[in-house]
């Protein structure tokens, strides 16, 4: 068992039944993976390398950008515990979906702003969510949002070396640069 050290839950599986999981790509995972297990109801987070080529991809690969993979965070929980929704929250507000291949000084395509979905019923959310948001950071002044969105199936998640799960507990005063635009996601969008 692969344990992590906040929630105390196997970062590999196997987990509760009913778990869902989610991959979230909002640029350098360390801080990200943070900002996520602390959503109450999450299961359990992990970081790795995915969306790109190739085989393995290591840490110092990807930072080349010639893999093309995204820092991306596997997201486990359970709809009886948290709504995606409330996941999406943090996820749109604690990074800057409109700046490409980069998060403020972070540059390259491992930075991308990305959604993986693993269901069609968190397809509809991220499309929804996206739409909203989008609208009210162009009306704010912001460019589109640029974040891949995009089925899981098909793609592997590379889990990162043991040094990067949960990166700021090991080094409280660790690396965490996390870009934002500051404004929220708009209230929960009505589900059609």
């Known amino acids: 068992m692969t344990s992590h050290l906040v929630l105390n839950s196997d970062i590999e599986g196997p987990w509760p039944e009913g778990s869902q999981r989610i991959y979230l790509g ?5 801080g990200a993976e943070r900002k996520l297990w602390q959503i109450p109801g999450v299961v ?24 093309g993979h995204a820092e991306t965070v596997l997201v486990v929980y359970n709809d009886a515990d ?26 390259g395509t491992q930075y991308r702003s990305a959604v993986y979905w693993t269901s069609p019923e968190q397809e509809a959310i991220v499309r929804q969510t996206a739409e909203s948001y ?3 950071l162009v009306s704010k002044g912001f460019d589109p949002i640029t974040t ?12 990162a070396e043991d040094y990067h799960q949960q990166y700021l507990i090991k080094n409280p005063n660790g690396y965490d640069c996390h870009a934002h635009t500051g404004i929220d996601l708009p209230a929960r969008v009505v589900m059609s």
């Open 26 to 30: 909002m640029g350098c995972f360390w």
């Open 44 to 67: 359990t987070t992990a970081v790795g390398y995915m969306g790109g080529d190739g085989q393995d991809p290591t840490y110092p690969l990807v930072c080349t950008g010639v893999t």
């Open 82 to 107: 948290v709504e995606l929704f409330d996941i999406l929250k943090v996820f749109w507000e604690n990074h800057d979906p409109t700046q490409g291949n980069r998060q403020g000084n972070d540059i």
């Open 134 to 136: 989008d609208k009210v």
């Open 148 to 159: 891949e969105l995009r089925e899981a199936d098909g793609l592997v998640f590379w889990y």
